[in-house]
């Protein structure tokens, strides 16, 4: 079993940069791939990026590519999620997740989810 606990989010206007932590309790993190992801009002939970166990490997959505960063630090049980150029509609709760096994893109792979951290993006 792993608890996720998401920090860092906040108010920030266009084009500024936030970076997103998401602590994992446990001593297995290692062993899990990890994921972020986001919902704002009204719509569903979407896939933002996914790195895998070793942080060899990662994905990401068309919306963030280019300007979100996802990465991992296994001897602090903590993975990152660097967003860079915000944009009004990157306005959402963004959830940090955990599954056993490779990198998983979609929101059936996972089985164990943050609480959420706050992200607006104001003009």
């Known amino acids: 079993q792993v608890q996720l606990v998401e920090s860092g989010g906040g108010l920030v206007q266009a084009g500024d940069s936030l970076r997103l932590s998401c602590a994992a309790s446990g001593r297995t993190f290692s062993t899990y791939s990890m994921g972020w992801f986001r919902q704002a009002p009204g719509k569903e939970r979407e896939s933002v990026a996914a790195i895998d166990w070793s942080g060899t490997n990662s994905y990401y959505s068309d919306p963030v590519k280019g300007r979100f960063t996802i990465s991992r630090d296994n001897a602090k049980n903590t993975v990152y999620l660097e967003m860079n150029g915000l944009k009004p509609e990157d306005t959402a709760v963004y959830y940090c997740?955990?599954?056993?096994?490779?990198?998983?893109?979609?929101?059936?792979?996972?089985?164990?989810w943050g609480q959420g951290t706050q992200v607006t993006v104001s003009t």
């Open positions: 997740a955990a599954r056993v096994g490779g990198l998983g893109v979609n929101r059936s792979h996972y089985d164990h």
